[in-house]
């Protein structure tokens, strides 16, 4: 594949490859064994100065693949046209790794560029995230198939990219919100169409985690500001107490940053449950595969 934008635009095989590669590039790592697949290449990051955990391990992995990494914040939506910027990038680069509000932008940049784009976040989806925690959650669990994934929070990019990762390995995937924050129609009804496993809304957080063996979340979309839309919320807090509804070995994966005492409690995050922090070791891993995998098409 040329460009990693979505998790939906990647075909069963490929995503499965890119697990694969992952866990073989972690055991290269871990035994001090070369790998510098990308040597000679260039790599442009474009991340906002926020961006912590993605810019480091992007730009970490691509030092580790023997590519050169630029990192400036590209604004591609000013008076010079997308189409002359993508021209002259063009000239010079392998491959553009961008986090742009605009998924309409990213798909747009991919699609004039010969070099390789990646995703790093829009405000539809996050493939990259996603996929590094597939890893994780298979590395400690195996069989991905067979696990009940609850996914609490909002519908927005996180659970977007965790209901395209459902339609792609028939992941069994529930979301548990207040109404009115469920995901797209659309992007829902894509998983229930392609996964084996079973899709589902619900606004009962309790019966969402009947059984749960992975439970996920994101930020709230609301603070104390407005008060109404954090009173809907309040219930959704994934504390000790819930997880007793749960499988009593599942595993808890916040999407960070994450507030505590708001989508999950501090008890759970010192708990044996919390896997956050275990999880982001691989966006280094998985990135790295991402990028390894990755075919530019030069000749554009």
């Given at each position: 594949?040329?460009?990693?934008?979505?998790?939906?635009?990647?075909?069963?095989?490929?995503?499965?490859?890119?697990l694969h590669l992952a866990k073989e590039i972690k055991g290269k790592?871990?035994?001090g064994i070369n790998f510098r697949p990308l040597s000679g290449k260039t790599v442009i990051t474009s991340f906002p100065p926020t961006s912590l955990r993605t810019r480091v391990?992007?730009?970490?992995?691509?030092?580790?693949?023997?590519?050169?990494?630029?990192?400036?914040?590209?604004?591609?939506e000013d008076k010079?046209?997308?189409?002359?910027?993508?021209?002259?990038?063009?000239?010079?680069?392998?491959y553009l790794v961008i986090r742009h509000s605009e998924q309409g932008m990213i798909e747009k940049i991919a699609g004039l560029a010969g070099f390789s784009v990646v995703n790093a976040m829009s405000s539809k989806y996050h493939p990259c995230e996603i996929l590094a925690d597939l890893q994780t959650i298979q590395e400690l669990r195996g069989d991905l198939a067979s696990l009940k994934f609850v996914f609490v929070g909002e519908g927005a990019n996180i659970s977007n990219s965790?209901?395209?990762?459902?339609?792609?390995?028939?992941?069994?995937?529930?979301?548990?919100?207040?109404?009115?924050?469920?995901?797209?129609?659309?992007?829902?009804?894509?998983?229930?169409?392609?996964?084996?496993?079973?899709?589902?809304?619900t606004e009962n957080i309790e019966s969402g985690l009947e059984n749960a063996d992975i439970v996920?979340?994101?930020?709230?979309?609301?603070?104390?500001?407005?008060?109404?839309?954090?009173?809907k919320?309040?219930?959704y807090t994934i504390t000790l107490e819930?997880?007793?509804?749960?499988?009593?070995?599942?595993?808890?994966?916040?999407?960070?940053?994450?507030?505590?005492?708001?989508?999950?409690?501090?008890?759970?995050?010192?708990?044996k449950y919390f896997i956050g922090y275990q999880a982001k070791e691989n966006l280094l891993y998985m990135q790295e595969a991402i990028l390894a995998s990755l075919k530019p098409n030069k000749t554009m």
């Open positions: 594949m040329k460009d990693l934008t979505s998790i939906q635009g990647i075909g069963y095989d490929q995503l499965n490859h890119l790592r871990q035994k391990s992007f730009e970490t992995g691509i030092f580790q693949l023997g590519a050169q990494s630029l990192n400036m914040l590209i604004n591609f010079e046209p997308v189409e002359d910027k993508v021209g002259y990038l063009n000239n010079w680069i392998d965790w209901f395209n990762a459902a339609a792609k390995l028939d992941l069994n995937l529930t979301q548990a919100c207040p109404k009115g924050y469920e995901v797209e129609e659309e992007i829902f009804e894509y998983a229930k169409a392609h996964s084996k496993g079973e899709v589902k809304i996920l979340t994101d930020g709230w979309p609301v603070d104390e500001h407005d008060q109404e839309g954090f009173n919320f309040k219930p819930k997880i007793k509804i749960a499988d009593k070995d599942c595993l808890v994966n916040p999407c960070p940053p994450f507030t505590r005492g708001q989508e999950v409690a501090e008890e759970v995050i010192k708990s």
